[in-house]
């Protein structure tokens, strides 16, 4: 009986979250090795020239998703007075001007959500992972899944915000 419950517990739970949050399709960025899921209404920009990621864009352009990867350098290599660890380094940079609700910084990952000038709402998360990259075993690297929109549209893109939370492990 109780397992039961659980699988049909499990069952509804899956089943209202992908009516929250409705299809998507993939991004897979293979130079720095992570998928992430993008709603299925917004167009794929095409990825970078160099690799490091690709935008996708809402319809009518309300709103705009990032996901993208860059290598975890020394900051300090840049500014001497930066901080060394590249996590709290791209934490500090990525929310410049930004106006903060919250945030979370852990030693692997950062959330962060705000406002920016326009009062659109930024929601981010960015995760340190060791890869092989391009034939260097334990190569850190950062990945980034970030999405902006209208303040107005909060409703709209909450879900994904915490499809965001749950991501780059």
Avoid at 5 to 22: M, N, Q, R, W
Avoid at 51 to 79: C, E, M, N, V
Wanted: hydrophobic share 30%; aromatic share 12%.
């Amino acid at each position: 009986m109780k397992a039961t419950i659980c699988v049909t517990s499990l069952v509804l739970a899956i089943l209202c979250l992908s009516f929250t949050t409705g299809p998507r399709k993939q991004y897979c960025n293979n130079r720095f090795q992570f998928c992430m899921e993008y709603p299925d209404d917004f167009k794929a920009n095409g990825e970078s020239g160099n690799g490091d990621g690709q935008t996708f864009s809402a319809p009518k352009s309300t709103a705009k998703i990032w996901a993208y990867g860059h290598l975890a350098l020394d900051p300090r290599d840049l500014d001497e007075n930066a901080d060394p660890d590249p996590l709290k380094h791209e934490f500090k940079t990525s929310t410049e001007g930004l106006k903060l609700a919250y945030k979370v910084i852990k030693p692997n990952f950062y959330i962060f959500s705000g406002t920016n000038d326009k009062g659109d709402i930024v929601y981010c998360k960015t995760a340190r992972h060791k890869i092989n990259y391009m034939g260097s075993p334990d190569s850190e690297v950062l990945q980034s899944i970030m999405i902006i929109y209208p303040a107005a549209e909060q409703d709209k893109y909450k879900d994904y915000c915490t499809y965001i939370a749950g991501s780059l492990k």
